[in-house]
């Protein structure tokens, strides 16, 4: 526990050094300078790996191939990750603003959660990036701690559309009895209030796929009298299935894939 917490320091004490750092040679606290040089032909072959899971090419894919943890690597934490968010969120903005809200309080904006609203960049980065094989335990106790730091251009697109006057729903297939508390405390201290519904999976769904379970969420709403405007997800299975709304829109995700 104590070596846990030390390295933890450790991590936090280095981005804090590198942020300010930043300031002076105009860089981000995240990006790095140099990546360990790639053979060419291994470089294209996980670039273009990456471009056919961003495209749902690949579905059901389990981990990142081994040769390619410094490609993914180097775009998660070098700068391209950061840049393609923002202009993703660029495009969903330019959508909102074209958008005209019935005013009856039932427009409504689905938002999913894992590294959608918040990062688990920190979790990923101790499992290579997604190299290795998924660990719900130890995914459970990171959920657990409340770490997760919000990914900033969602974060204002969220702020947007709650002053916009849409109900945003955050929609997540973490386990609502087990994970809620700690998820809500999360979103909280990152700058999420003012949603209209966290909408956690609960035992009902329990077994059932993420696009099972995300579909019948969406149709309950719609059922409800909710217009879905939009949705956005890192999965393509947040995206997928029944009741997806006017326009869906994909974050970026080479780390894991959610079946």
């Not at 059901?60 to 934490?77: A, D, I, K, Q, R």
């Not at 393609?84 to 689905?110: F, H, M, P, R, T």
Request: aromatic content about 12%; overall charge negative; proline content about 5%.
């Amino acid at each position: 526990m104590i070596s846990e917490m030390a390295k933890r320091v450790r991590d936090i004490l280095s981005m804090f050094v590198l942020a300010i750092f930043s300031k002076v040679i105009g860089t981000k606290p995240y990006s790095r300078r140099s990546a360990p040089a790639e053979p060419e032909s291994e470089a294209n072959e996980c670039l273009s790996w990456r471009l056919a899971v961003e495209a749902n090419n690949m579905p059901g894919w389990s981990t990142v191939p081994l040769h390619c943890l410094s490609h993914v690597e180097t775009y998660m934490m070098g700068g391209q990750y950061e840049q393609d968010v923002n202009y993703i969120v660029e495009q969903i903005e330019n959508y909102v603003s074209q958008v005209v809200l019935k005013g009856d309080g039932c427009d409504a904006w689905i938002l999913d959660i894992d590294d959608t609203c918040i990062s688990n960049l920190f979790y990923y980065k101790d499992k290579n990036y997604g190299c290795d094989p998924f660990d719900p335990g130890g995914f459970v106790a990171w959920v657990m701690k409340g770490e997760c730091p919000a990914i900033p251009a969602v974060l204002g697109l969220f702020t947007k559309l709650v002053e916009g006057g849409f109900k945003v729903f955050l929609l997540t297939g973490r386990d609502q009895q087990t994970l809620a508390p700690a998820t809500i405390a999360n979103l909280h201290n990152q700058g999420y209030i003012g949603y209209h519904r966290v909408i956690f999976r609960n035992q009902s769904f329990k077994g059932k796929s993420a696009v099972v379970f995300k579909s019948e969420v969406r149709k309950q709403l719609v059922e409800e009298g909710y217009r879905i405007w939009g949705n956005v997800g890192d999965q393509w299975t947040d995206l997928q299935g029944e009741c997806l709304g006017n326009r869906t829109f994909k974050i970026p995700n080479p780390m894991y894939c959610v079946p």
